[in-house]
């Protein structure tokens, strides 16, 4: 089996004054990479419209490289995410939302993503519980359903030779370095780590954090990389697994 | 509400993050706010040109009272060349 070339980024945060922006800079992926994943905040906020725009932007892209996307937060804003989804599934960016699937390299290998948004909670030590207030069960439930779906799609990739786990919101503190601890709970959940290490992956890739780390690893030994445009300071990031 | 004399700098900057947070211009979470010697200051990166002199206009008239420095920069989007590619084993 040959390597698998991931090419990766997030929070691209695309609105009306995106168009032209981004597609130049996607020139070369398919030369650089296998598959393509974008991990949240497609859109500044959430409309059918920006989707538009990031949908121009992506189609010669996707139409030469296998491309996947979550959405993240931003993209919830209007309530318009199976819109924005839609939007981009029409020129072959796969927005998968508590969802698996396989795709072929051009090696020969079978590539299996898995993806959901994820959530906010906290880390080791320093988490919310679903305990007392209905606001709160409802905050820490909602991460935990995320959780646990993002487990069972990671398992249903039995015949992939590579598994990723494509997430919006962390799921280990490594990759928040840089920001302030008291959002922490705000920016990842360590309930999406333990899933990952239950069910196994090759590398989780994630956004959401712009003012923390790119290198992480969760408890497990999984590689997690934060590739949110600011940390990343580039168009994508080229990760090479097996 | 503009900023007064005597609006502690805490909630100056709560004002302000909210501000930039729900005008559709910018609808950013992630610009650090900070006030110190009377001037504020903002730092961050964005993804557009336009975003950042949006978020000069908006905090300017926000708080018209305060000198404004905006040090968001514009997020590079240079893309990778072939040899920068991480190999993860």
Known sequence: MSPVRVAAVADVHCGQDSAGTLA????HLAEHADVFVIAGDLTRRGL?????????????????VPTFAVLGNHDYHSDEEAMVAKVLDEVGVEVLEGAAT?????????????GVKGFGGGFAGACGTEFGEPEMKA??????EISTRLEACLE???DADVRIALLH?????????????EIYPFLGSYLLAEAIDRAGA???VHGHAHGGSEKGVTPGGVHVRNVALPVINRAYRVYELG | MPSTPTEPDDYVIGRVQQALAHDPRVNELDVTVTIKG????????VTTEERCRAITEIVCRECPDLDVHNEVAVVSLREPDGADVEELT
């Open chain 1, 139 to 144: 905050f820490v439930a909602h991460t935990r």
């Open chain 1, 48 to 64: 059918p419209e920006e989707a538009q725009v990031l949908a121009g932007e992506l189609a010669d892209v996707a139409a030469a």
């Open chain 1, 102 to 114: 396989t795709v072929e390299s051009e090696g020969g290998a079978r590539v299996g993503i898995a």
């Open chain 1, 24 to 27: 130049p800079h996607y020139e």
């Open chain 1, 169 to 181: 919101y962390a799921p280990v503190d490594d990759t928040l370095r840089g920001e302030r601890l």
């Open chain 2, 38 to 45: 009377g001037k504020l200051f903002l730092t961050g990166t």
């Open chain 1, 202 to 204: 090759d590398l989780v």
């Open chain 1, 156 to 158: 249903a990739l039995t």
